[in-house]
């Protein structure tokens, strides 16, 4: 069993920066594949951003590429998201997430790779 400690969010203005951080329990932190997803008011639940058990690997959804970059230490047990020129439309509750049975240089992208999930930190952008 796996245990998140979420932290970072708040309310900020556009083009705004905030570090989204998630500490792990346990000492198999290194052998899950990491992501942060997001969910907006009435809306799915998207995956923002991927990295590899390794952190050789990462994956960006379109809409943030260049803007966000995930990071990971597995020393610490702890993910990142570094958001850097926040918009309205990042506004959401960002959830960080684990898959147990990846593989090495692997990002997976379905929501239901994942099997362990944080309990959500709100990001809310606005002037």
């Known amino acids: 069993q796996v245990q998140f400690e979420e932290s970072g969010g708040g309310l900020v203005e556009p083009g705004d920066s905030l570090r989204l951080s998630c500490a792990a329990s346990g000492r198999t932190f290194s052998s899950y594949a990491m992501a942060w997803f997001r969910q907006a008011p009435g809306l799915e639940r998207e995956l923002v951003a991927a990295?590899?058990?390794?952190?050789?690997?990462?994956y960006y959804r379109d809409s943030v590429k260049g803007r966000f970059t995930i990071s990971r230490d597995n020393a610490k047990n702890t993910v990142y998201l570094q958001m850097n020129s926040l918009k309205p439309e990042d506004t959401a509750v960002y959830y960080c997430a684990a898959d147990s049975n990846s593989q090495a240089y692997i990002t997976p992208r379905n929501l239901y790779d994942y099997d362990y999930w944080g309990q959500g930190t709100l990001v809310t952008v606005s002037s």
């Open positions: 990295i590899s058990r390794g952190g050789g690997r990462t």
